[in-house]
């Protein structure tokens, strides 16, 4: 089965840049979505089609994906960034999957 | 603004069986597939199922296929998911989720809050 492996953690300081990977076999054929999700939230789509922002998301949210590898860039990194965050691709055009998920801290 | 609200969580036996349903809102729901995703506590997202716009295609994760049947009935802007033969691992919060109308690889552009099933005896 497909699977997409993310970095169980990732730590940035408030300003800087963070860098979240989701690796997947030629996940770069597919397109990649990201999702933010804050303690005792739903999740919220902040990136979909590899690197488009749904409006609402802030600017500093950007995604690209090459290979077997689709990243979450967040510039500027806040405070109120700080969360756990996942990429999803359709494994195949039946099934879809997620990451295992990024925490994201900014300290 | 788009709602999502689901319902029918709560504490079962094993084996025992369970409806959720998720009502929607502020949006033509006859016009998007839907899907249900979980999240076991305290570990990430699992996809379930999927159910195209007039219920025509269903697709399911291995995990649940055979237990798990998702429907909906867009006279009542409803969805469900019929989960039988619960177990113990199926506890988890589940979210109905909207897919976007894109062409490609559509994303789950918005969530409901949540339904708490817990299976245990």
């Known amino acids: 089965s497909y699977e997409l492996t993310q970095p169980p953690s990732v730590s940035v300081s408030p300003g800087q840049t963070a860098s979240i990977t989701c690796s997947g076999d030629?996940?770069?054929?597919?397109?990649a979505s990201w999702y933010q999700q804050k303690p005792g939230q739903s999740p919220v789509l902040v990136i979909y089609?590899?690197?488009k922002r749904p409006s609402g998301i802030p600017e500093r949210f950007s995604g690209s994906s090459s290979g077997n590898t689709a990243t979450l860039t967040i510039s500027g990194t806040q405070a109120m960034d700080e969360s756990d965050y996942y990429c999803?691709?359709?494994?195949?055009?039946?099934?879809?999957?997620f990451g295992g998920g990024t925490k994201l801290t900014v300290l | 603004q788009v709602q999502l609200v689901e319902s029918g969580g709560g504490v079962v036996q094993p084996g025992r069986s369970l409806r959720l349903s998720c009502a929607a809102s502020?949006?033509?729901?006859?016009?998007?597939?839907m899907h249900w995703v979980r999240q076991a506590p305290g570990k990430g997202l699992d996809w379930m199922a999927f159910?195209?716009?007039?219920?025509?295609?269903?697709y399911y994760s291995d995990s649940v296929k055979g237990r798990f049947t998702i429907s909906r009935d867009n006279s009542k802007n409803t969805l469900y998911l019929h989960m039988n033969s619960l177990r113990t691992e199926d506890t988890a919060v589940y979210y109905c989720?909207?897919?976007?109308?894109?062409?490609?690889?559509?994303?789950?552009?918005?969530w409901g809050q949540g339904t708490l099933v817990t299976v245990s005896s």
């Open positions: 030629r996940l770069g054929d597919k397109f």
């Open positions: 999803q691709t359709w494994a195949s055009s039946t099934s879809v999957v």
């Open positions: 502020e949006f033509s729901f006859s016009s998007y597939a």
């Open positions: 159910i195209s716009y007039d219920g025509s295609k269903k």
């Open positions: 989720a909207r897919e976007a109308l894109v062409a490609m690889a559509a994303p789950l552009d918005y």
């Open positions: 089609e590899d690197n």
